[in-house]
Each structure stands twice: as C-alpha cells, then as structure tokens.
C-alpha cells in the first residue's frame, strides 16, 4: 500500500518541478523515487516474501504453584484442590520449519519456523491415599484427562517411583512420594495453552475412614455391589461415541456430555471402578414399557423418545423393531418421560465392556409404565375410569385387582389374564448367530418375549453372570 501511495505523490511532486534529469521526464523520477521508499516502507511491516518469519518463539517460562515449603493439604471427602508443583523437566522446544523458496516466475515465499513446547512436570495434591483424580481444570476451563498424558499415584504406602521422572533424573535419585498423592503429566503439548503452564486445579475424593477389625476402611471400599440405572436412553449403555442427525443439517452427541472425551457409559464404568476399588459386580437396568395395569390387556415393548431422529452410526434396533416402527413414549410438555429403551447393540457394548473390567454383570430386565394423565384405562383398584399416572409396575393386576367387587381372582379366567400377559413365545423363536439375535416368533410384545429377548441377547454378548426375572411384580404373584 505504501509504495502504491508513494509512488503516487513522488509523480506528483515530480511534476510539479518540471524537467528532466538523465533523458528521464521529473515526473518518472518522482514516481520510482516513491515507489523505493514505499517499498522498503511495505517490507518493513509485511516482509519482502522471502525473509525467514519466527512465530510462537518464547524466551522465558515461569512454573506456578510452586512453592518450597508449602504446606501439603489435607482432605476428606471431595473437593477442588490446586496443588503444588513438586518437579519439572527442561522445557523441551520443537521447531517446524514450512515454506521458503518459490516456482519459477512465482513470487519468493517466506520461511516459517513455528516453534511448540511441552514439559513434564509432577503435581503434589494432598496427603494420604486418595481413590482418583475424577476432573481437571486448567486456567478454569475444564478438560480431559486423557488429553493430558496424566498418570495418578494415589499416595499409598507402597507406590513406585514415577518412570518418567527416573527416566530423566536417574532411578537411583528419585523419591515414590509414598503418603503423598500427586499426578505425573508426561510430555505435556502447551500449544492449547498458549504456550506456557495454566493454573491446574484438581476434583480429588478421599474418603473418610472408619474403624473396623480390619483397621482404617472407607466406606466405599466396602461396597461390592451396585446398580447401574436409570436403565432407559438410547444409547447411554454404548461404549461407540453416537450422534443424533435431524436430516436439516442438524447434528449433536446422543451419549458424549462431559470434558472426558469419552461416552457417559465409558467415564461412569472408570470413576466407579477407582471410587469402589472393592466392586464385584453391576446390575445392569434395561426397561420396555407397559402400557395397562390390567394384565390381560397390558403389553409390554420397547419404545423411543422420537421416531423420526436417529443415530448416525448406530440406528435404533431393539429385537425386530427399527425407530421407524416404534412407538413412542409418553411426552409430558413437548419432553419424553422417559428415555428410550437403550438399543440392541448399546447393550451388547455395555456387558462386554464390563465382562472386560472384571466385573460380574447381572442382567436386570425391567418393566416401566408411561400412562399419564387423562388416560381412559379403567383402573382395576377402584371404579375411576382412568389409571394412575406412571404407575408402579407392581399394581399389574387383573381387570379387577384382588378384593375388589367382579374380580376374577380364584377363577380360570384369572389363568386366562394372566396367560394373555405372559404371551406364547418360547425360546425356540430365538437364534444367536455372529453376535446377533434373530426371532421368528409370533407378533406379540409380551413379558415372555421381552425375557427371552434379552436371555438371547445376553448370550450374544458373550455371557452374564446372573438374570433377574419378573422383580418387583407384587400385584401380578398375588393372583390365584
């Protein structure tokens, strides 16, 4: 721009003098007199297109959080801790060197070198064993992890030096840190950060000790058992990241919702492993959905929260249903009341990853009610002409509950009802073949169907430890 405007003025100025000078007109002096000043004016701020340009070169760092003689924190329970940093490695630099030279009769293209920085270094958290670091906040912002080459010694009285730090220092010359929880970042990439060490903060849980024969125990080293629930959501239980597309462009996580970069499934099976170290075995929830409390009339099938959005790289499958062709669950002010029951291949993810973990899986297929309000269901408990709202499986009945006035209870047609309920599929309408589940059965959605549906898929997952059948059906075993 400088030599355009200047060689602009320098004609002008030329001009204005008059005369020649070497056979050349003012004018033509005045203008190339311009030009060379705008020129060197236009390198000096833009570069000539071959000077070597540096970016992201840094001279100095500084280390925060780290102070010789601080006091190491003490905690129980959970809480946001900071830390202190306890050692570093040198900063290690890396150059990339792109661009310089030109084409024939193209125009020279600068040299750029952009240099990045990583650094190893070790973070003191507390004193004392902790069971994990579950979230990490650098500068504020969370994020994950995984991202952050991060290795956690959880200050027990055992641990081992950290390999990194031996590889650097020495094995001979580097402290476990026993009784001191601190986490090891191995490499870690600055670029994200603009080029120096953010401010970490650390969620830490350790728990409260109580006494017992065995001395000191946490309370959750104690729990061997627990439930996953709720046991709806489509693709909660997929260990695949699944996304949601609207057709219109519209595109978003169906089972991704925290900075770990994992599935929710995923990051909940790790954080109950390290905050229940003595865990044995899950119940694993999955739900189809009644939709009487009549038995004889009630059936019993999964359903979806929208047939009409699905997943990109896992559609919606649950036995022979496709999204499509489901139903859908009730909705309570334009939401579901539910999720939807989790898909097929979901729930094959979910029992082999924790087979893989070392944990003991009981299958617990489970029966929830979507009826709402102003329901016309005559309710088998009273003589209202419209059943509760989200009802309790466990008040399946018959037409007329036990007790009450015209109930068939103590008659053949209480065999019938309840006949009705459970259905005509057997075992042998289902195959397993190459991890898949086939049913050629009869077109019926009963109790005996979604059984067997999930025994088989159980099998096509490669096994389960135990299975829950029929829990919880008070009203349904008070028949006679």
């Known amino acids: 721009m400088a030599t355009i405007l200047l060689s602009a003025a320098g004609a002008a100025l030329g001009g204005s003098v008059g005369g020649t000078l070497a056979g050349l007109s003012s004018v033509a002096v005045g203008r190339a007199v311009g030009a060379t000043l705008g020129r060197a004016i236009d390198q000096r701020l833009l570069g000539d297109g071959a000077q070597a340009v540096e970016t992201g070169k840094i001279d100095r760092f500084r280390l925060t959080n780290a102070g010789e003689g601080a006091a190491i924190t003490q905690l129980y329970g959970r809480m946001r801790l900071g830390g202190q940093v306890i050692w570093a490695s040198d900063f290690l630099e890396t150059a990339t060197v792109s661009g310089g030279g030109g084409g024939k009769g193209a125009p020279a293209k600068p040299q750029t070198t952009d240099y990045s920085y990583a650094v190893s270094l070790a973070i003191a958290l507390c004193e004392g064993e902790i069971t994990g670091v579950s979230r990490v906040w650098a500068d504020g912002e969370e994020v994950a992890a995984d991202d952050l080459n991060m290795s956690v010694y959880r200050g027990s009285p055992d641990q081992l030096p950290d390999p990194t730090i031996a590889a650097i220092e020495g094995a001979d010359r580097v402290p476990a840190y026993r009784g001191t929880a601190y986490v090891v970042m191995d490499a870690l990439p600055l670029a994200q950060f603009g080029n120096r060490v953010p401010q970490f903060s650390f969620e830490v849980t350790r728990p409260e000790m109580a006494d017992s024969p065995e001395g000191d125990i946490s309370v959750s080293q104690t729990v061997r058992g627990v439930a996953l629930i709720p046991g709806t959501g489509e693709y909660a239980l997929a260990t695949t990241p699944v996304h949601y597309a609207d057709g219109a462009g519209g595109r978003w996580s169906a089972n991704e919702h925290t900075p770990s970069g994992k599935t929710d499934f995923s990051t909940s099976l790790e954080t109950m492993t390290v905050e229940m170290p003595a865990l044995e075995a899950v119940s694993l929830v999955v739900s189809w959905f009644g939709d009487d409390l009549r038995c004889g009339s009630c059936t019993v099938r999964p359903k979806v929260e929208s047939n009409s959005i699905d997943g990109e790289n896992m559609p919606w499958r649950v036995s022979t249903l496709g999204r499509g062709a489901a139903e859908v669950i009730a909705q309570d002010a334009w939401r579901p009341v539910y999720g939807g029951t989790p898909a097929d291949a979901s729930v094959i993810e979910a029992i082999q990853a924790m087979n893989t973990a070392g944990k003991a899986v009981m299958f617990y297929p489970f029966i929830l009610m979507d009826q709402t309000d102003g329901n016309t269901l005559p309710d088998p408990y009273s003589d209202r002409l419209s059943q509760p709202k989200l009802p309790w499986r466990g008040r399946i009945t018959l037409a007329k509950a036990p007790?009450?006035?015209?109930?068939?209870?103590?008659?053949?047609?209480?065999?019938?009802?309840?006949?009705?309920?459970?259905?005509?599929?057997?075992?042998?309408?289902?195959?397993?073949?190459?991890?898949?589940?086939?049913?050629?059965?009869?077109?019926?959605?009963?109790?005996?169907?979604?059984?067997?549906?999930?025994?088989?898929?159980?099998?096509?997952?490669?096994?389960?430890?135990?299975?829950?059948?029929?829990?919880?059906?008070?009203?349904?075993?008070?028949?006679?």
């Open 403 to 480: 007790g009450q006035s015209g109930s068939s209870d103590r008659t053949a047609q209480a065999e019938s009802e309840v006949a009705a309920f459970f259905g005509t599929v057997t075992a042998a309408d289902f195959t397993v073949s190459q991890g898949k589940v086939n049913y050629t059965g009869p077109e019926e959605w009963s109790m005996s169907r979604f059984i067997l549906h999930y025994a088989a898929l159980c099998a096509a997952a490669g096994g389960v430890d135990a299975f829950c059948i029929g829990t919880e059906m008070r009203g349904l075993t008070q028949i006679r």
